[in-house]
């Protein structure tokens, strides 16, 4: 339930729009391509990035047959002019539609919309679901705003509303200039980052106010579960400063949104079911990219845990989350 891809082709959008650094591919030689960030050398990927069967073959040796798709996140452009952003979503969408039309056994599509504006939003979050996609994955910030912002609440009401799930993916990551080295962006803000947006959510007052709302947080919600006991702790310590906005206390969330089972640790992911319930719990890889699972839960078989359990994290909590049918699938 946590892939991603993007289309073998891309307009130049820094070119049509005049401005920015839109990505775009370059395909050097076969089968790779150099993901240039403006003129900038961003990084290389594979085939298995954009082609659909490369990606049904590679996912059938892990005996995986369903991939949860969306864009990757340095794709999402909240930065650029609003319009701007809202025709890189509609094209990458378009492209996300037709693969789960051509191929509707093997995947099922999040949108990405322009979170920098409202209005925007929300249409292509209609737009979405009109196409065929089950929900939408978002940024765990928004040009340095906070999800708890106001502008940003309309948007999870349609998402309620519409039955649209939603990933919270981190990006933008805190502190990204001053730590740059030792790729510690991915491997501390990262984790930071969704432990930011669950809190952000929950101090908020958004998981209160939209209690149906589907949230699923990558990366087995980052550094939030490990550190939920100094969280609960600064809310009851010191509510003057935390519980301003929304007076319940954050271990009470727990069990009410759900988290990917991506943490590398068999001992972490022992401790995150019995934190957020075994049925809250699914199946990430972050494929294709090496820092995820790539061999796509394979340490959980070894694991000892009740087939119910495996069962959950594999297939049947992501279809609780999307709200989808296994039989559809089958």
């Known amino acids: 339930m946590h892939t991603h891809i993007i289309p073998e082709k891309l307009p130049r959008f820094t070119d049509k729009f005049g401005y920015g650094d839109f990505i ?26 954009w082609d659909p069967q490369i990606r049904i073959d590679e996912y059938a040796g892990n005996k995986t047959q369903v991939q949860v798709v969306c864009t990757i996140p340095v794709m999402f452009s909240y930065w650029a002019k609003p ?10 969408n378009d492209d996300l539609a037709q693969l789960v039309a051509d191929h509707p056994k093997h995947y099922i599509g999040l949108g990405t919309v322009p979170m920098q504006d409202t209005e925007l939003a929300i249409q292509e979050l209609r737009r979405c679901k009109e196409i065929g996609l089950v929900g939408i994955q978002i940024g765990s910030n928004i040009n340095d705003l906070n999800l708890n912002e106001p502008q940003f609440f309309p948007i999870f009401e349609a998402c309620q509303e519409l039955g649209m799930a939603v990933l919270v993916h981190p990006w933008n990551m805190m502190g990204f200039d001053s730590m740059e ?4 962006p991915w491997l501390v803000g990262m984790p930071a980052e969704t432990s930011r947006a669950i809190c952000s959510l929950i101090f908020g007052g958004v998981f209160e106010r939209l209690p149906k709302l589907r949230c699923n947080f990558a990366h087995a919600g980052g550094s939030f579960l490990p550190t939920i006991g100094r969280i609960e702790h600064g809310y009851n310590c010191r509510p003057d400063l935390v519980a301003v906005d929304n007076d319940v206390n954050p271990r009470e969330y727990l069990g009410k949104f759900w988290v990917d089972c991506i943490t590398h640790d068999p001992v972490m992911l022992k401790y995150i079911l019995d934190t957020v319930g075994t049925n809250k719990v699914t199946l990430g890889s972050d494929y294709p990219f090496p820092l995820g699972d790539l061999d796509i839960g394979a340490f959980i078989e070894e694991m000892n845990l009740d087939k119910e359990v495996v069962e959950g ?9 999307l709200d989808l049918d296994k039989k559809d699938y089958l």
């Open 24 to 49: 775009y591919l370059d395909h050097h030689k076969p089968g790779f391509a150099k993901m240039m960030k403006g003129h900038k050398f961003f990084r290389e990927i594979e085939a298995n990035c």
């Open 83 to 92: 319009a701007d952003t809202l025709e890189l979503s509609r094209f990458l």
């Open 181 to 184: 080295k030792y790729w510690l």
């Open 313 to 321: 994290i594999f297939c049947d909590n992501t279809l609780d989350w």
